[in-house]
């Protein structure tokens, strides 16, 4: 009876301790809810450090610190090149910058959207109050080189595994200092706005890539056909031209490979409009994609009846009152979607969650965002994209030891100097990566954006191993 009575007290003993340990945690949980509501209502910067004293740490894809809390402090990489080339996906404890990995992922963070069993086991050794950590799939070192490559021009690169949909970099330039961000002062003009992700640019030429898709699918595709190019549109006198003498006789593969705006407004218009349109669509055009928690901004593609208008946004170049842009992430997404056999996996920029006990949870898993071509298709045009690189407006793209398909872009900008731009992956499927380069104001994409997309893309292979 004693023996019995001396356990049940033992239990007794244990299940009061559990239960307070419980208590504390959830009363301390529940003061921090209260806390940060108080800090939303009016948010002061002492409130918000407070809130994030025991956050968690953000890692890159390499293990590199991008983010965390010490000595009740919230700190940033130490390579200031690192943080700065990070800046907008990252974000800062202030959320001076939205729709990034500190405000949207702030619960996680901070541990404070815990299940009563998870909190309850934390609590247990002591390690209730920390908040989880964050690994993402970006590689700090390869957006480093990236930002640097931009060279204090405006623009943005996106770089991804189109397996995967695991984004290694995704830069945006003009950046700044975390620090900057938090004292809300000497920030560049638009360095708090995420170009990769929100950016709505003009595709230029890259579009050709869709308008060829559209182009083979159609009823009013024939191998054979081909266009004398004078620089002039066969279209209308208002139709999709271009600077110089022309190209001569050009077939689909030349028109790619040499980018010729008179071969692809022509086409667009033998396509037709409502093709081109669903093909646009089918790429992912009007769609507002998701990144874990993050978003992207959505394409749009608008052509009204008109012949030579339809002409000029079947070669990217939206004119009158068509419209059609879209954002650096979709554009890489669609060469993945092309490289990928038509199938574009959703994108990631999270890989997992680590508790404060080191349980790993929520690993990123390999999903489809849709189904834009057949593999058939695709393995034309990229044919045709290695034309590019190998003979064409790309040979800056190309990296020494793989194969590289690619499309360069040149597009006007009212009031200002061409926009720059290149899609490119590898075909390799040792190094699965895409890539968009656009640098505003660049002048002409072979010769601006390709050699930025090609050094990349060698970087992400190298950086592999
Ligand atoms: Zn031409």
Redesign the pocket.
């Known amino acids: 009876m004693k023996m019995l009575l001396r356990n049940l007290k033992g239990v007794l003993v244990l299940f009061l301790l559990v239960s307070i340990a419980l208590l504390v945690g959830l009363s301390f949980q529940q003061y921090r809810s209260k806390n940060e509501l108080n800090a939303a209502a009016g948010e002061n910067k002492q409130a918000l450090k407070t809130r994030y004293a025991l956050a968690g740490t953000i890692y890159d894809a390499d293990g590199v610190i991008l983010a965390q809390s010490k000595d009740g402090e919230r700190i940033y990489a130490d390579d200031p090149d690192i943080a700065e080339a990070v800046l907008q996906v990252v974000g800062d404890y202030t959320h001076n910058i939205g729709n990034t990995i500190e405000s949207n992922y702030q619960n996680i963070l901070l541990g404070n959207d815990r299940n009563l069993f998870r909190q309850f086991a934390l609590d247990l050794f002591g390690k209730g109050l920390y908040g989880d950590d964050i690994t993402l799939t970006e590689s700090g070192e390869l957006a480093k080189s990236a930002y640097h490559l931009l060279d204090g021009r405006k623009g943005a690169i996106v770089v991804l595994n189109y397996q995967t949909g695991d984004i290694l970099a995704s830069v945006s330039s003009p950046s700044t200092s975390p620090d900057s961000v938090i004292r809300y002062q000497d920030i560049p003009d638009t360095a708090l706005f995420n170009r990769a992700f929100s950016g709505s640019y003009a595709p230029g030429s890259t579009f050709k890539l869709i308008t060829a898709s559209a182009y083979l699918e159609s009823p009013a595709y024939n191998p054979d056909f081909t266009i004398d190019?004078d620089?002039q549109s066969t279209v209308d006198a208002y139709g999709a031209s271009?600077t110089g003498d022309?190209?001569g006789t050009?077939n689909l593969s030349d028109?790619i490979a040499?980018s010729?705006?008179?071969?692809f407004g022509q086409v667009g218009v033998m396509t037709g409009r409502d093709a081109l349109t669903d093909t646009a669509k089918a790429f992912g055009y009007g769609r507002t994609f998701s990144v874990d928690r993050l978003t992207a901004t959505p394409g749009a593609i608008q052509i009204p009846d008109n012949v030579s208008t339809l002409s000029w946004v079947a070669i990217g170049q939206p004119v009158a009152d068509s419209v059609l842009y879209t954002s650096p992430l979709h554009m890489a997404m669609i060469a993945g979607c092309i490289a990928n056999g038509g199938v574009m996996v959703k994108p990631h920029i999270v890989q997992y969650f680590t508790t404060p006990a080191g349980e790993v949870y929520n690993q990123r898993s390999v999903s489809n965002e849709l189904t834009a071509l057949s593999p058939e298709l695709c393995s034309q045009l990229e044919t045709m994209m290695i034309g590019t690189t190998e003979h064409g407006t790309g040979t800056s793209a190309a990296v020494s030891g793989y194969t590289v398909a690619a499309k360069t872009g040149t597009v006007q900008v009212q009031g200002q100097k061409n926009n720059a731009l290149c899609v490119a992956y590898i075909t390799d499927d040792s190094a699965p990566y895409a890539v968009a380069v656009i640098v505003e104001e660049g002048g002409a994409g072979g010769e601006t954006a390709a050699p930025i997309a090609g050094k990349i893309l060698g970087l992400a292979a190298k950086r592999q191993g």
């Open positions: 190019c620089g271009e022309g190209h050009v028109a040499r010729c705006n008179v071969f």
